[in-house]
């Protein structure tokens, strides 16, 4: 698997091989979660139909969930 930068510092690693994937650690996860807490990451809209018109070609599978490479 390819390495993944962790949301909070940046490092890079292969985060979701770990139990606190896709985060480095759990300080790192607890200060993702303070984020959303304090109301500094949020959601702005509901999502619309709209949202996933561009998506509407895809075919199903499962690969839809692996990151990009």
Same mark, same amino acid.
């Given at each position: 698997?390819? %390495?993944?930068?962790?949301?909070? +510092?940046?490092? *890079?690693?292969?985060? !979701?091989?770990?139990?606190?994937g896709p !985060? +480095?650690?759990?300080? +790192?996860?607890?200060? /993702?979660?303070?984020k959303? !807490?304090?109301?500094?990451?949020?959601? *702005?809209? %509901?999502?619309? $139909?709209?949202? !996933?018109?561009? #998506?509407? /070609?895809? $075919? $199903?599978? /499962? #690969?839809? /969930?692996? %990151?990009e490479?």
């Amino acid at each position: 698997m390819r %390495p993944v930068k962790c949301p909070t +510092c940046k490092k *890079s690693g292969d985060w !979701f091989a770990g139990k606190h994937g896709p !985060f +480095c650690s759990h300080r +790192c996860q607890l200060v /993702d979660l303070g984020k959303w !807490f304090n109301a500094e990451h949020v959601i *702005s809209e %509901p999502l619309k $139909p709209e949202h !996933f018109k561009q #998506y509407a /070609d895809l $075919p $199903p599978g /499962d #690969y839809l /969930d692996e %990151p990009e490479a």
